[in-house]
């Protein structure tokens, strides 16, 4: 069974402070990890990958294998990075590219 | 953004009532998946597709039924539907391995 946990529901930050989203994983195979960003009330957008491992609007994560975690980082928020941030890893199969979602952490960056 | 339509955006129905939330795709891709969104749940998979009249069960499929009648169309059916399917439902569509676009989300409250 697969399982993405991210433990806080809630991180609140002030501007131009570092942000760092935690999410551990279970998974028995070799795992494809993703963060997404939901901005209120709008769709889900793929903010990034493991294996494409680039940064997008100053946001990196590294996958760490031998503590399955996928934590997402920020050096400087910015008040327009207020969103919900989902971990989701990727079960292949018949379902393509199937994703199981962490409970979703919702980042503040307060002025 | 991907093209993907969800219909009806918002909808308020009684329990007990049937109702079907339409996904709609322009992107001629294979896999579709219906999703539910709720606090501290993060996104759970209802059903999915994996092509014209293939389809499987996700997580949390019971009270739900699906169809796949056409490669653009994803059909997402409460036969009865209860309070606790209240919820903001989410389409998503995938081609390429590990690619997932998402829907802009429809709101269903059930009273």
């Given at each position: 069974?697969?399982?993405?946990?991210?433990?806080?529901?809630?991180?609140?930050?002030?501007k131009?402070?570092?942000v760092?989203?935690?999410?551990?994983?279970s998974?028995s195979?070799?795992p494809?990890?993703?963060?997404?960003v939901?901005?209120?009330?709008?769709?889900?957008q793929?903010l990034?990958?493991?294996?494409?491992?680039e940064s997008?609007?100053?946001?990196?994560?590294d996958?760490n294998?031998?503590?399955?975690?996928f934590?997402?980082?920020?050096?400087?928020a910015?008040?327009e990075d207020s969103?919900?941030?989902?971990?989701a890893?990727?079960?292949l199969g018949?379902?393509?590219?199937?994703?199981?979602?962490g409970?979703?952490?919702?980042l503040?960056?307060?002025p | 953004?991907?093209?993907?339509?969800?219909?009806?955006?918002h909808?308020?129905?009684?329990?007990?009532?049937?109702?079907?939330?339409?996904?709609?795709q322009?992107?001629?891709?294979?896999y579709?998946?219906?999703?539910?969104?709720?606090?501290?749940h993060?996104l759970?998979?209802?059903?999915?597709?994996?092509?014209?009249?293939?389809?499987?069960?996700?997580?949390?499929s019971d009270?739900?039924?699906?169809?796949?009648?056409?490669?653009?169309?994803?059909?997402l059916?409460?036969?009865?539907?209860?309070?606790?399917q209240?919820?903001?439902y989410?389409?998503?569509?995938?081609g390429q391995?590990?690619?997932?676009?998402?829907?802009?989300?429809?709101?269903?409250?059930?009273?």
């Amino acid at each position: 069974a697969q399982r993405v946990t991210q433990p806080e529901k809630l991180l609140s930050v002030f501007k131009g402070a570092p942000v760092e989203l935690k999410c551990n994983y279970s998974y028995s195979g070799s795992p494809e990890l993703f963060w997404y960003v939901q901005y209120s009330r709008q769709r889900l957008q793929l903010l990034l990958r493991h294996i494409s491992r680039e940064s997008i609007k100053g946001f990196t994560a590294d996958l760490n294998k031998g503590e399955t975690s996928f934590h997402l980082k920020k050096p400087f928020a910015q008040e327009e990075d207020s969103a919900m941030y989902y971990c989701a890893l990727s079960g292949l199969g018949n379902a393509g590219n199937m994703l199981t979602f962490g409970g979703g952490t919702r980042l503040m960056v307060k002025p | 953004d991907a093209g993907i339509t969800q219909s009806p955006r918002h909808k308020v129905t009684e329990t007990g009532t049937p109702v079907t939330l339409r996904c709609h795709q322009t992107e001629n891709h294979r896999y579709m998946y219906w999703y539910r969104q709720d606090p501290g749940h993060g996104l759970r998979l209802i059903h999915y597709s994996y092509g014209v009249k293939d389809t499987d069960k996700g997580e949390v499929s019971d009270g739900y039924s699906v169809s796949r009648s056409k490669t653009e169309d994803f059909l997402l059916t409460l036969e009865s539907a209860t309070s606790s399917q209240t919820s903001v439902y989410f389409c998503a569509i995938s081609g390429q391995i590990n690619t997932i676009y998402f829907g802009e989300g429809s709101w269903l409250t059930v009273v």
